[in-house]
């Protein structure tokens, strides 16, 4: 490790894995009431453990992103952290937010708007927290190199900043707040978290492909034309039934369907940097980590969300477990992977020991990751199944769900594997390790380009 202030992101990925256990806890406990409908009824409604879930998945992945940007800002800046003092300010400020803002949900206290259920004065002080951030790895960046990984990653950082303000407006009109509303949950990951995507993916291949620089950048420049173009105006097949003007439909077809186009673009960049390179690196994990995220993010983010995108499909497919299935896949693969792969990469240089417990790892990220395509199937034919009894058929809602409790059986089953895979990696990552690392992974960081 060239940088010492690198290790600034080793408590954000603490912090960030902790989170991470809770959040797939959660999303277990919610499973489980789509089985045993009265499961903790009483001590925990469904509505605080969804909230619960989905908070935490947004919190401990952003948590995750500042801790990849700490670690790899120095080298790529070839700069030290601005100030490491402040890192640690505002990742206290962040943590303490999305706690007060989990523990307010099991007394019932939020806002109702969903992902947007925290109360004002912790929006302000998630807002009071990124701003830190954003100036701590901005002064960085403007007194070191820039490239295309820390330029492009910095632009996406500032743009989810942005458009994270409008979870401060909340207009009476349903149409005009869900108008305002996606510009978060959409814009955020179908836009510019997908430029954080690409940024990191890229600091990734560099390091454990050896392929020149200037090849990764080129590719990289084209991915985040491709996301900005497709993934602003593919916002419009969230238009469609929220009382927005008729001409949504349209934009929202083409746009939305030219978002799998970048998806793409990403599995041949991955796949074909790894066919270019010449290096035999030593970190086998974080290489599979690397390589199925963007397979991964390309089927759960670019096919499964193509298949219900169009129009005259998601008017009977909106709402359903299709769309369950595709958020599940999506996320896992486009960024749980993604900081999951940084993870694996960078803590052996931060903890000075060889790249560790990787068979552990490995085994981690195959039963995590069939476990997810195993749950994202039950709950497409599930989708499928109350789609057609629902919405074609006429059938009542209550009287569907009993159609297809054994898909929601097999999804809970899977999330118990989900969890399982989760716990293996956390601990191979951050338990004991066998033997301090010979000097040429501690510099790795230093002959990497």
């Not at 940097?273 to 690196?281: D, P, V």
Request: net charge neutral; with cysteine; proline share 3%.
């Amino acid at each position: 490790m060239k940088y010492e202030t690198q290790r600034v992101a080793y408590p954000f990925f603490i912090v960030a894995m902790a989170l991470f256990a809770a959040q797939v806890s959660f999303g277990l406990l919610s499973g489980a009431v789509f089985v045993w409908p009265n499961f903790l009824a009483e001590a925990m409604p469904f509505n605080i453990m969804r909230t619960s879930h989905t908070n935490l998945l947004v919190v401990w992945l952003l948590i995750g992103f500042m801790g990849c940007t700490y670690y790899l800002m120095p080298e790529e800046a070839e700069q030290e952290i601005y100030s490491p003092k402040l890192a640690y300010i505002q990742l206290a400020i962040f943590a303490f937010a999305g706690a007060a803002a989990l523990v307010g949900y099991q007394f019932g206290i939020h806002e109702g708007r969903e992902f947007l259920e925290q109360p004002t004065w912790v929006k302000v002080l998630i807002t009071l927290s990124f701003l830190m951030f954003l100036f701590n790895a901005s002064m960085t960046l403007l007194r070191g190199r820039k490239t295309a990984i820390n330029m492009v990653l910095m632009l996406g950082l500032w743009l989810a900043a942005i458009f994270w303000l409008f979870a401060f407006y909340n207009p009476g009109n349903l149409s005009v707040d869900k108008l305002y509303w996606w510009y978060i949950v959409h814009i955020w990951v179908e836009g510019v978290w997908e430029l954080i995507m690409a940024s990191l993916l890229g600091y990734l291949l560099i390091k454990m492909t050896g392929v020149d620089r200037e090849v990764i950048e080129k590719w990289l420049y084209v991915i985040v034309g491709l996301s900005l173009f497709t993934g602003l105006l593919g916002t419009g097949h969230h238009y469609y039934w929220i009382g927005t003007p008729g001409y949504w439909q349209p934009i929202g077809n083409v746009f939305s369907t030219l978002e799998v186009v970048p998806l793409f673009a990403m599995v041949v960049f991955a796949f074909y940097m790894f066919w270019k390179g010449s290096r035999n690196h030593p970190n086998k994990a974080a290489m599979l980590w690397t390589l199925g995220c963007a397979t991964v993010a390309f089927f759960g983010a670019g096919v499964w969300g193509f298949m219900h995108t169009l129009s005259f499909i998601n008017y009977y497919t909106h709402g359903t477990q299709v769309t369950a299935a595709h958020g599940h896949l999506a996320f896992y693969g486009a960024y749980v992977m993604l900081v999951l792969a940084i993870v694996s990469y960078a803590m052996p240089q931060l903890r000075r020991v060889q790249p560790y417990n990787q068979v552990l790892n490995m085994w981690a990220f195959w039963i995590t990751t069939s476990a997810m395509a195993f749950m994202t199937f039950t709950l497409t034919f599930a989708g499928v199944v109350q789609t057609h009894l629902q919405r074609v058929m006429g059938m009542g809602y209550m009287e569907v769900q009993e159609q297809i409790t054994m898909f929601y059986i097999m999804r809970f089953g899977a999330g118990v594997v989900v969890v399982i895979g989760a716990l293996l990696f956390i601990y191979a990552v951050f338990g004991p390790a066998r033997e301090q690392a010979p000097a040429y992974v501690r510099g790795a960081s230093a002959t990497a380009d």
